[in-house]
């Protein structure tokens, strides 16, 4: 089956030739073209039972790399799992005009980090009121940057726990089935993301400018605020070990994965996709190569970038004493397992990667360093 380094080892030189990339690009495309090769080294495994040496090149940890986020997921996953409070959660996805899309590929730092604060912010201040929750809530928001068919479409996921903790320390549940309505959230999240957005310094084409100073951009303001902003609201498996699979579909996706790629011939592209506007049907895209590295490439984030982040009750700061209040008034019991490598190789991918491939009785231990410098050397 291709994959997508297949189509950087064939395409990359001659998109590079005639298309300007960034750093940050740059970057990625050598990350993922040297995963799991030579370039980044290996280690040697050798069995305790038969002594077969098996080698394994590295892998390259690079966030927009589709090999890496498996695993890269179920190691966060993990670490939120002691988090998690036996209550319902809710998905809340916060998505901007399409007007907007160039203003952001040109301030995508800026406008990244104003639209988690714009979406933190109009949750918390509407639940603030006392007519929907009156608490505080915990909230992990994700930043995704592409649609199905590769579309640059900015829009954050953010996963809402179903209460708070109300200013005299008591929990507040939500309502069963409703947690904001999303007419007023919609209307509270435009408003505040607009309202950022005139006070910040922005670039068009090498000039920095505020919004609110040119005529131009007043009217521009002018026609986004008479636009409906999409925000979308539901509730979540109300079973804490559903939920953190349902975190795990968010949290460590790529523009796309290899297992979408269907071939690579005669300079197209194809791969499957998902067409929400049409019943979720699943179709089939051709793309040109050039054009499909630069939709990909439009998804890579800027250097340090943190495209998941923690507000209100998971916020980093004292986190650990708010979240052993909440598990004991919200009576959370159940025990956390922590999982080796090897168990969560096994859940993920149904193989015990640790068991010799030669002799199928033995278990690959990291061959001691003499061993591995004689291997290596021949």
Not at 59 to 72: E, G, I, L, M
Not at 99 to 111: A, R, S, V, Y
Not at 236 to 263: C, E, M, P, Q, W
Not at 333 to 353: A, S, W
Request: hydrophobic share 35%; net charge positive; aromatic share 12%.
């Amino acid at each position: 089956m291709p994959e997508l380094n297949d189509v950087f080892r064939e395409f990359g030189n001659a998109f590079r030739q005639n298309n300007y990339i960034s750093p940050e690009q740059q970057k990625a495309i050598d990350a993922i073209l040297s995963c799991r090769t030579e370039i980044l080294g290996a280690h040697i495994d050798q069995c305790d039972e038969c002594g077969h040496l098996k080698i394994s090149y590295n892998s390259c940890r690079n966030r927009h790399c589709p090999k890496c986020q498996t695993f890269a997921k179920e190691d966060w996953i993990d670490r939120q799992r002691g988090n998690l409070l036996d209550i319902q959660y809710f998905h809340v996805v916060f998505t901007i005009p399409s007007e907007l899309n160039p203003t952001f590929m040109q301030n995508q730092d800026k406008l990244y980090g104003l639209l988690f604060k714009a979406a933190s912010e109009s949750i918390f201040e509407l639940c603030s009121d006392k007519k929907y929750l009156g608490a505080t809530p915990g909230l992990t928001a994700i930043l995704h940057t592409w649609g199905q068919n590769l579309h640059y479409h900015p829009h954050i996921h953010c996963i809402v726990t179903g209460g708070g903790l109300n200013g005299i320390g008591k929990w507040v549940n939500s309502k069963k089935k409703f947690f904001l309505p999303v007419k007023v959230l919609s209307r509270k999240f435009r408003g505040k993301f607009m309202s950022l957005l005139k006070k910040e310094k922005l670039g068009f084409y090498g000039q920095e400018v505020y919004l609110a100073d040119s005529m131009n951009f007043d009217a521009f303001v002018s026609e986004l605020y008479r636009k409906d902003w999409v925000v979308y609201c539901k509730e979540t498996y109300k079973s804490a070990a559903k939920v953190i699979d349902y975190f795990g579909r968010y949290t460590h996706r790529v523009a796309i994965s290899n297992n979408r790629l269907i071939s690579i011939e005669n300079g197209f592209v194809v791969f499957r996709w998902r067409d929400y506007s049409d019943g979720n049907k699943t179709k089939i895209m051709s793309l040109m190569a050039n054009e499909f590295i630069r939709r990909f490439l439009t998804h890579v984030l800027p250097c340090g970038f943190r495209k998941i982040r923690h507000f209100g009750l998971l916020a980093p700061r004292n986190k650990k004493k708010r979240i052993v209040l909440c598990r004991k008034l919200t009576g959370t019991r159940f025990v956390v397992k922590v999982e080796t490598t090897i168990e969560k190789l096994i859940r993920i991918f149904g193989k015990d990667f640790d068991l010799c491939p030669h002799c199928k009785k033995g278990h690959l231990r990291r061959a001691p360093p003499a061993v591995a410098r004689l291997k290596m050397s021949n």
